[in-house]
C-alpha cells in the first residue's frame, strides 16, 4: 500500500514522517514514540486514547493520521507546558483522581481540551464533558474533585466566590 | 512502635507524576529492536472437535518467523494455579490447555488454536487468514441447569460437567422451616460480566545472554513465571517475569494471558516478541465473573428472627475450570451473609458449559452470594412490613458471633450494625420528586467479606527494606501494583517506621527473580500480606537503628524514635542522633541495615468440602452500602442518585486510596447492577465492544459519599483490613431494593434495565 507524508506538530516539536492511508493518528502518534496516547479500544468508546487537535478535542483512534497533516497535537507530555494543563496535573495527584492511570492521560486532555472553552464549569457540566472517557477505578468521584478545583480556582480569579 | 506520621496521611501515591505527565511504560508501551508481532488464531465456533490444524499457506507467507500449534508446546496441559506454592489437589487445580489439540475438543468461541509471529503486525494477521481448519461441530452445552443433566452434552473430557460440590450443614434445616412463621422462596439469575479493565492485556519476551527467558507483562500473579515454566519444560529459574505497572486488572489478569504465547514463539524465534490484545479479542479471551443461579428459601418468626435459610447456588464456570472451584467456596462460606442463622443448608454446584471460561473477578464469589441474601433479607423485611434498618439489626453478627456457614468465629471487630445505620443515615434527607413519572426509592445492604486468601493456600508474603549510606531507603517486593497504590503502601509502611519522608524512599517492585516474591495483588491480601512483611523487615532495621543509636546516646533504645531523619529521645527532640550519623555507625560496627522479611497467614488443613467448617479464611472486613434511585415508570430507566458506602477497614493506611477502593467499588457496582451483562446466544458473545458491553460514565455516576470506620481491629500493619473487594460487595443488592422500593418491582434477572423495569411495570400491556 501507497505511503504519504506527514508533518505535524507535537507539543511543539516538529513530526514528518510516512503514514498509509488508512492508519489511525493514534497508531502513528504511538508508533512515533508519544505511547503516552494510550490504546484502549480503538472504537472511539473509552476515550484513553483522547489529544487536543488545533484546540479541539479529538480521539486519535477514530482520526486518521492524514487528517493530522499540517495540525498542532497536544498530548499529556505537553501539558506541563500549559498553565491550565499544569494545574490539572498537580490537582489529580493531590486529589488521589490516578488510581491504575491508564485512563489518565486521556482524561487529563479531555478535562484540558474542555477548560479552555469552558473555565467555570459546575460538577454536573466537568461529568458531561468528560463521560466520553471510560475510569473503571476511580467512580470518578476524585477526578471531578481535581478538575472543578482547577476550575473552582477559575471561578475565585473572576471574583466569583461562590464556588 | 512508632507513631502515625506518615501511615494514615493521604499521600500522594510514587507513581501519581509519572502517570499525569504520561512518562509510565505500560506494557504496551515497551519495544525492543528486532521484535515479532504476535497474534492468535482463535476457534470461530464454541463446541467442535478439531480435525486438523493447516498452517502450511501461513508458515510461507512472506515476513512470518513461526507458527506454532499445541503439537509444538512443550508441555501444552499442566494445571491452572495462582501463585500458590503448595498443591492443593482435590480438584481445585484445574486443566491448563495453552492451545487446542487435534482430535479433542473445541470449548468456546476465542480458543486459541495456533500462534503467529511476524516482522509486522499486519503480516501476522494476514498469516492467521492462511490458516485452514477443520471443524467437526458439535451441539455444545450453554444453560448449566442443562449441562448437569445425566445426558448432558460433555464439555471437556471428563465425564461430567459438574466441575465440584460444596457444601455447609448448621443446626437442622427442616426443624428450622417447620418453626418458621414467614416462608419466602426465590430464585435469582445473575449473569456474566466483564471486568472492562481500560488496559487491554499486553506483554513483550525476549531472551537474554544466558538462555532465560523475560517477560514483561501487566499480570496480577508474577508467580506465574513457573507456570510459564512448566508449558516450556524449562527449570524455573529459567523464566523471569518483570511485572509493569498495570492498567487495572480486577481478577482479570489473574490468569495467564499473553505471557505463554510470546514465551513459546520466542523460545522458537530466539527474537523479542510482543503480543497485545485488540478491545475485541479481550473480551472474548479472557475470563468472566461467573455467571450464577441462585435458589433462596428463608424462614423467620413474625418478630423478624431468621431460623432457617437454604440456599442452591449453580455457578456458570464456562469452558474451563480455572479458578471455579475457589469462586464456589468463597460463594459458600458468604451463603449466610453476616447473619445469625441457626439453621442452615447451602449447596454449590459449579458446572461446565460451552461459553467462554469464568475466573477471578474482584469480589470472586462472595458478591453473587450478597446478591442474593441481601435481596431474600429484603424481601422478607417487606413481607413482615419491617423497617431494613430494623431487620439486619435484629439478625447481624456481632464480634466474637461465628459465621452461619461455616461457624468459623469472627474475633476481629464485627462493624455491624454500625455500618449499616451509618450507610442509611448517611442517605441524608430523601429527594423529592418533581415529576409524577419519576419515582424515588431506597436500599440498603451489608455483608461480609474476607480479605486474604484461603487460609488452605497457606499464603506467605516477602518484603526487602534497606536504608542506604544517605539515608534514602530501598524497599523491594514482588508486588504487582493494580493501581490500588499496593506498592506505594509498602513504601509508606518503610517510611513511617525508619523516620524517612517519602521523597526518600524508592521501590523496586514486581521483578519475580529480583525482589523478594510478595504473592499475588488479589484476593483484597496485599495490605494485610505484603503489609505485615513490609512492616516486620523495616521494624528489624529500625531496631538495630535503635540500638545503635541508644549506645552513641547513651540511653535506653526504648526511649527513642525516629522522626524525620533523626534518632531522637521520646519527648525531648532537642537530643537526637541524625539518622545519616545512625547509619554511619551501623556499618563502621558491621551492622546489617537491611532485612528480607516474610510474613505468613494463619495455615490450615482443606476443609471437608461436602460440609465445609471452621477457618477458612484470616479474618473479614464487614460494611454497608446504601442507595436512593429515581425511577422513570413510563420507560423503566434508572438514575442512581445517591450512594453512601460505609466499611471498617480497620485503619485507613492511606485514606484517599481506601476512598478510592470504594468510590470506585460502588461505581463499578452501578454497572453490575443495571447496565453489565457479557450476554452470549449459544457461547457467540454478543457484546463484542465497549459500545456493546456497557460500564458507568461520569454522567452515570453519583458523588459516592464514603465513611471509613477505624476499629484498628484488623489483621493487617496497624490493625488495618483489606477493602479491594469489601467496597463492590452490597452495591448491587442496595440498587436493587431501591429499585423494589420506588416501583415495587423485584429484579431477579440482572442486570436490572429499562426494558425489564417497564415490563414489569406494564405487565398487562406487554401481556395483550
Given at each position: ?163 | ?466 536504608l ?71 521494624r528489624e532495621v529500625r531496631n538495630r537503628i535503635l540500638n545503635k543509636a ?7 533504645p ?24 545512625a547509619i554511619?555507625a551501623c556499618?563502621?560496627a558491621?551492622i546489617e541495615l537491611y532485612s ?173
Amino acid at each position: 500500500m501507497e505511503e504519504y507524508r506527514v508533518e505535524l506538530t507535537v507539543n511543539d516539536g516538529k513530526i514528518s514522517a510516512a503514514a498509509k492511508p488508512e492508519e489511525s493518528l493514534l497508531k502513528f502518534l504511538r508508533r512515533n514514540g508519544f505511547t503516552e496516547v494510550k490504546c484502549g479500544c480503538e472504537k472511539g468508546d473509552c476515550g484513553t486514547c483522547t489529544v487536543i487537535m488545533n484546540g479541539k478535542t479529538i480521539k486519535s483512534c477514530i482520526t486518521l493520521a492524514m487528517q493530522a497533516n499540517g495540525k498542532e497535537i497536544l498530548t499529556a507530555k505537553g501539558l506541563e507546558k500549559t498553565k491550565i494543563g499544569q494545574e490539572l496535573q498537580e490537582s489529580f495527584v493531590r486529589h488521589g483522581a490516578v488510581q491504575c492511570g491508564f485512563c489518565t492521560a486521556g482524561m487529563l486532555m479531555a478535562a484540558k481540551g474542555y477548560l479552555d472553552t469552558n473555565p467555570e464549569p459546575d460538577k454536573a457540566e466537568i461529568r458531561k464533558a468528560i463521560s466520553g472517557n471510560l475510569c473503571r477505578c476511580t467512580g470518578y468521584k476524585k477526578i471531578v474533585e481535581a478538575i472543578y478545583d482547577v476550575a473552582a480556582e477559575n471561578h475565585r480569579l473572576e471574583g466569583d466566590i461562590n464556588v | 512502635m512508632s507513631e502515625f506520621k506518615i501511615v494514615g496521611k493521604a499521600i500522594p501515591r510514587h507513581d501519581a507524576w509519572a502517570k499525569v505527565r504520561g512518562e509510565l511504560k505500560y506494557a504496551d508501551d515497551f519495544t525492543l529492536p528486532g521484535m515479532l508481532y504476535a497474534k492468535v488464531y482463535r476457534s470461530k465456533y464454541p463446541a467442535a472437535k478439531l480435525i486438523s490444524v493447516d498452517i502450511s499457506k501461513a508458515k510461507s507467507l512472506k515476513g512470518v518467523k513461526a507458527v506454532l500449534t499445541a503439537r509444538d508446546v512443550p508441555r501444552n496441559e499442566t494445571v491452572t494455579k495462582f501463585g500458590q506454592s503448595t498443591d492443593v489437589k482435590g480438584g481445585f487445580e484445574g486443566l491448563y490447555r495453552v492451545l487446542a489439540e487435534e482430535g479433542k475438543k473445541i470449548r468456546f468461541v476465542g480458543e486459541p488454536i495456533a500462534l503467529v509471529a511476524a516482522e509486522t503486525e499486519e503480516i501476522a494477521e494476514r498469516a492467521c487468514d492462511l490458516i485452514e481448519i477443520k471443524y467437526e461441530l458439535l451441539p455444545g452445552v450453554f444453560d448449566p441447569e442443562e449441562a448437569m443433566k445425566p445426558d448432558a452434552y460433555l464439555v471437556g473430557e471428563k465425564d461430567s460437567n459438574i466441575v465440584n460440590e460444596f457444601g455447609c450443614l448448621t443446626g437442622d434445616i427442616e426443624k428450622g422451616f417447620a418453626e418458621s412463621e414467614v416462608i419466602i422462596e426465590d430464585r435469582f439469575e445473575i449473569p456474566f460480566i466483564d471486568h472492562a479493565y481500560l488496559e487491554p492485556e499486553a506483554g513483550i519476551s525476549w531472551l537474554d545472554d544466558y538462555g532465560t527467558i523475560n517477560i514483561r507483562v501487566c499480570s496480577q500473579v508474577i508467580e506465574h513465571f513457573r507456570d510459564v515454566a512448566e508449558v516450556l519444560n524449562l527449570p524455573h529459574n529459567k523464566v523471569r517475569y518483570i511485572g509493569t505497572m498495570i492498567g487495572g486488572g480486577f481478577g482479570g489478569k489473574e490468569d495467564i494471558t499473553v505471557e505463554s504465547f510470546i514465551a513459546l514463539l520466542t523460545l522458537r524465534t530466539k527474537k523479542p516478541v510482543r503480543l497485545v490484545y485488540t478491545r475485541e479479542e479481550s473480551l472474548m479471551a479472557h475470563c468472566k465473573k461467573h455467571a450464577f443461579i441462585e435458589k433462596y428459601k428463608i424462614g423467620a418468626k413474625k418478630n423478624g428472627k431468621i431460623v432457617a435459610l437454604e440456599a442452591h447456588y449453580i455457578g456458570n464456570a464456562g469452558a474451563y475450570t480455572y479458578l471455579t472451584p475457589w469462586v464456589g467456596l468463597y460463594a459458600t462460606v458468604s451463603a449466610t451473609g453476616p447473619y445469625k442463622i441457626p439453621n442452615v443448608k447451602i449447596k454449590t454446584q459449579m458446572v461446565l458449559t460451552n461459553n467462554v471460561f469464568a475466573s477471578a473477578f474482584r469480589g470472586f464469589g462472595a458478591n453473587q452470594a450478597n446478591i442474593g441474601y441481601e435481596s431474600i433479607i429484603d424481601e422478607l423485611a417487606r413481607k413482615l412490613s419491617m423497617d431494613p434498618l430494623e431487620i439486619r439489626r435484629i439478625n447481624c453478627m456481632h464480634t466474637g458471633d461465628a459465621l452461619s456457614t461455616t461457624e468459623q468465629v469472627i474475633k476481629t471487630y464485627v462493624a455491624l450494625p454500625e455500618a449499616a445505620e451509618k450507610a442509611w443515615a448517611g442517605l441524608g434527607e430523601p429527594t423529592v420528586s418533581k415529576d409524577k413519572n419519576i419515582k424515588i426509592g431506597r436500599g440498603l445492604a451489608m455483608g461480609q467479606m474476607s480479605y486474604g486468601r484461603m487460609t488452605f493456600l497457606r499464603d506467605s508474603s516477602r518484603c526487602y527494606v534497606k536504608l542506604e549510606t544517605d539515608g534514602s531507603l530501598i524497599v523491594r517486593s514482588g508486588i504487582p501494583d493494580l493501581g490500588g497504590g499496593q506498592a506505594s503502601l509498602l513504601s509508606q509502611i518503610a517510611a513511617n517506621e525508619l523516620g524517612v519522608p517519602m521523597e526518600k524512599v524508592k521501590i523496586y517492585n514486581t521483578d519475580s527473580m529480583l525482589t523478594p516474591l510478595a504473592g499475588t495483588t488479589t484476593a483484597t491480601r496485599q495490605t494485610y500480606m505484603s503489609g505485615n512483611a513490609a512492616l516486620k523487615a523495616a521494624r528489624e532495621v529500625r531496631n538495630r537503628i535503635l540500638n545503635k543509636a541508644a549506645e552513641v546516646l547513651n540511653v535506653n533504645p526504648d526511649k527513642l524514635d525516629i522522626v524525620s531523619e533523626k534518632v531522637v529521645v521520646k519527648y525531648d527532640e532537642s537530643e537526637y542522633l541524625p539518622l545519616t550519623e545512625a547509619i554511619q555507625a551501623c556499618n563502621a560496627a558491621g551492622i546489617e541495615l537491611y532485612s528480607e522479611a516474610q510474613f505468613n497467614a494463619p495455615f490450615t488443613g482443606i476443609p471437608d468440602l461436602s460440609n465445609i467448617k471452621g477457618m477458612t479464611f484470616p479474618d473479614f472486613a464487614f460494611g454497608a452500602q446504601a442507595a436512593e434511585v429515581a425511577v422513570d415508570i413510563e420507560t423503566g430507566q434508572v438514575k442512581v442518585l445517591k450512594i453512601v458506602s460505609c466499611y471498617d477497614v480497620g485503619k485507613a493506611l492511606n485514606p484517599a486510596c481506601v476512598e478510592g477502593q470504594m468510590e470506585g467499588g460502588s461505581i463499578q457496582g452501578i454497572g453490575y447492577a443495571l447496565s453489565e451483562d457479557y450476554a452470549l446466544q449459544k457461547g457467540i458473545p454478543q457484546t463484542p465492544s465497549l459500545a456493546e458491553y456497557l460500564i458507568p460514565t461520569a454522567v452515570d455516576s453519583p458523588e459516592v459519599k464514603t465513611i471509613i470506620i477505624e476499629s484498628g481491629g484488623g489483621l493487617g500493619p496497624y490493625g488495618a483490613k483489606g477493602i479491594g473487594e469489601p467496597s463492590f460487595n452490597n452495591i448491587v443488592p442496595a440498587i436493587l431494593n431501591a429499585i423494589y422500593d420506588a416501583t415495587g418491582v423485584r429484579i431477579r434477572r440482572l442486570p436490572a434495565t429499562a426494558e425489564k423495569i417497564i415490563r414489569a411495570l406494564k405487565k398487562d400491556y406487554f401481556e395483550k
